[in-house]
């Protein structure tokens, strides 16, 4: 069992230590930071039988902590990371784990040079199903892949206060690119390796902050198969994942983290229908599992801080990313196609 210290109290912050308040014998949150000393954060922290303050040095300099679960936003991401790598503590941060690869790197080589497992919440990688994909393109069962491809949406930027972090274009570039954009380049990245070229087009159409809502990228794999994602930030919650190959093809279907859902919904209703589509015979149709995969990834964190061993992530998987991410909001800008470097 570790002991962990959870920065950042926002829905999202909460959830994390929700997912495993009194139901895991791996981890276990004592401690909360979060910006300021409101009444809300006061009692949550108090629900969840957590010490509580508004400042980071305080559970960095604590010796009964183990490590540091950043749910912070994106741009106080790596300069975290690295105090709390020099601190000595492990750490998991939330996605996107930086805005700029040379940021990534540096808070790698930080966590690599103070000996600290780095962890990342890319948490759909974890699901069953993510995983019999996976499987299926090794076993060769849908033959050459072809494309893959996801769109995710929700409407939480819809009802954005205007002050609010996520509602800054600086801070969220492309609209639901950080949001929920990222876990899907991350699985593409997982099932098909590296991204070599990529053409966003990302603009505003209803929202009243200055996030855009619509994003829309085209990715060309360096293993020669193709790839889409798009992402709305304005209307109904879902999310689909499918890969295409020249045996048949695969579809997942389910929600994305809808602000304002219960928990419990958001931790294990990300998948739902399943279908598969052989080019011959008639397709098969199931029910993803539920799996609370929120748990499960930091579960996967602490079993890597007890049994020194490295994370399921790959540090270079989560640089490359990063980079992804870069080039995405470069195209975005540039209107033209763009090598990822």
Known sequence: MINAAIIGLGWWGKTLVESVFENSNKIKFTSAVHRTASDDAKSFSSEYGMDFSTELKDVLENPAIDAIILA???SMHVDQVVACAEAGKHVFCEKPFALHKSEAERAVKATQEAGVVLGLDFNRRLHPEMKKIKEMIAAEELGTILHIEANMTFPNALFLDKKAWRASNEETP??????????AIDGMIDLCGEIDELYCQSFRRV???????????????????????GTMTATG????????????????????????????????????????????????????????????????????????????IPENEMIHGVAVTETVVKSALSHKVEKVL
């Open 174 to 183: 492309c609209g639901g690119l950080t949001p929920m954009g990222v876990h």
């Open 72 to 74: 912070t936003p994106h």
């Open 207 to 229: 929202v009243e902050v200055e996030s855009d809502d619509t994003t829309s990228i085209l990715f060309r794999m360096k293993e020669g198969m193709s790839g889409y994602l």
């Open 237 to 312: 919650g879902g999310f689909s994942f499918q890969v295409f190959g020249s045996k048949g093809f695969v579809r997942l279907e389910g929600m994305t983290h809808i602000a304002g859902t219960p928990s419990e919904e958001r931790r294990k209703k990300c998948f739902g229908n399943c279908i598969f589509k052989p080019t011959k015979g008639p397709a098969e149709n199931w029910q993803a599992e539920e799996v609370d995969i929120v748990k499960a990834v930091l579960e996967e964190f602490a079993d890597s801080v007890i049994k020194k061993v490295p994370y399921f």
